[in-house]
């Protein structure tokens, strides 16, 4: 299997200020024959499913705001919020969706410094 | 647009199966374009990805599930199906169906079930 690590495990910032995640795959994740990392991000809010934010690792989903953004290739990729709002507070996780069975970062928490 | 619906028992007693039915509305089961999946989600825990299923039935699993699940589909009810075998409280979660595009990710979710393991 895959293993997704990421870090940290949670962080605290101002409103306004920039956030980033950290998402790590035990192995790369890259497929050679479309140069697509099959990577995702996803937002959870307490209660709620999670959200897809981005795939591709850098493509943003429909009605996903500009200020997400991911970036990365291989085996080491990044979230970035870059003005961190009060309706980013949530839980942040990667997939890997390029082999089975697609697997799960430890999610990563946002909160308001 | 479409949905999707999770529905089954909130309650499971240790050693039995867990039953639970994801029903697609808005839009046909029998896309060539989607796999239809469950994910899990243990109360205060990570997510985890139980397996999926193609319209014409062939599925992925976890293998760290060890051969428990079993997921199924019935494209004249456009719905899809998740058995977990010999349950424990270790598979106490929130159960999650969703569409699962290969080559986007699960763009679309249900809300969840929470299905608990008790006696």
């Known amino acids: 299997d895959i293993v997704m690590t990421q870090s940290p495990d949670s962080l605290a910032v101002s409103l306004g200020e920039r956030a980033t995640i950290n998402c790590k795959s035990s192995q790369s994740v890259l497929y050679s024959s479309n140069n697509k990392n099959y990577l995702a991000w996803y937002q959870q809010k307490p209660g709620q499913p999670p959200k897809l934010l981005i795939y591709w690792a850098s493509t943003r989903e429909s009605g996903v705001p500009d200020r997400f953004s991911g970036s990365g290739s291989g085996t080491d990729f990044t979230l970035t919020i870059s003005s961190l709002q009060a309706e980013d507070v949530a839980v942040y996780y990667c997939?890997?969706?390029?082999?089975?069975?697609?697997?799960f970062g430890p999610g990563t928490k946002v909160g308001i410094k | 647009q479409v949905q999707l619906q999770e529905s089954g028992p909130g309650l499971v007693k240790p050693s039995e199966t867990l039953s639970l039915t994801c029903t697609v509305s808005?839009?046909?089961?029998?896309?060539?374009?989607?796999?239809w999946g469950w994910i899990r989600q243990p109360p205060g825990k990570g997510l985890e990805w139980i397996g999926s299923i193609f319209y014409t039935g062939s599925t992925y699993d976890n293998p760290s599930l060890k051969s428990r699940v079993s997921i199924s589909i019935d494209t004249s009810r456009n719905r899809f199906s998740l058995k977990v075998s010999s349950v424990t409280a270790a598979d106490t979660a929130v159960y999650y169906c969703?569409?699962?595009?290969?080559?986007?990710?699960?763009?679309?979710w249900g809300q969840g079930t929470l299905v608990t393991v008790s006696s």
């Open positions: 808005g839009g046909s089961i029998s896309s060539s374009s989607y796999y």
């Open positions: 997939q890997q969706y390029y082999t089975t069975p697609f697997t």
């Open positions: 969703a569409r699962e595009d290969h080559n986007f990710g699960n763009a679309l």
